[in-house]
């Protein structure tokens, strides 16, 4: 798990550096984006082994950016997994539906987050995921 890369995607400054001081805590390698290009351009020189995607961005929504990368052959292996603040029935089918591979609704638990980004990294180590 140590060094592990990770970007987050999320146009929430707040957001970004709490997730980031517990994901750096726990030993992984993290980057962010305020937006979908930031993150295209960081993706050009950084090869997370998950992203963590707000559904919500200004510009090309998450949702979007997620299909695009899941459609190129050398990105589609990179673990997507969609959050949203509007957590509504339907939600987590359009998500997954969109490429994500799984989902979580905020606000963040900071209690799991380290231990709910380690079930999506290591589906078998963690008794099948999240």
């Given at each position: 798990?140590?060094?592990?890369?990770?970007?987050?995607?999320?146009?929430?400054?707040?957001?970004?550096?709490?997730?980031?001081?517990?994901?750096?805590?726990?030993?992984?390698?993290?980057?962010?984006?305020?937006?979908?290009?930031?993150?295209?351009?960081?993706?050009?020189?950084?090869?997370?082994?998950?992203?963590?995607?707000?559904?919500?961005?200004?510009?090309?929504?998450?949702?979007?950016?997620?299909?695009?990368?899941?459609?190129?052959p050398?990105?589609?292996?990179?673990?997507?997994?969609?959050?949203?603040?509007?957590?509504?029935?339907?939600?987590?089918?359009?998500?997954?539906?969109?490429g994500?591979?799984?989902y979580?609704?905020?606000?963040?638990?900071?209690?799991?987050?380290?231990?709910?980004?380690?079930?999506?990294?290591?589906?078998?180590?963690?008794?099948?995921?999240?």
């Amino acid at each position: 798990m140590a060094g592990e890369p990770i970007l987050l995607v999320d146009d929430n400054p707040t957001n970004l550096k709490l997730v980031r001081v517990l994901l750096e805590g726990a030993g992984y390698h993290v980057r962010f984006a305020l937006d979908a290009d930031e993150a295209l351009a960081i993706l050009h020189e950084f090869r997370p082994r998950l992203i963590l995607m707000d559904i919500q961005l200004p510009g090309m929504d998450g949702l979007t950016l997620t299909r695009m990368l899941k459609s190129n052959p050398s990105m589609r292996d990179i673990v997507i997994v969609g959050l949203t603040a509007y957590a509504m029935k339907g939600d987590e089918e359009r998500i997954l539906a969109a490429g994500c591979d799984g989902y979580l609704a905020k606000p963040i638990d900071t209690r799991s987050l380290p231990d709910v980004v380690a079930s999506f990294l290591h589906p078998t180590a963690n008794g099948g995921g999240p």
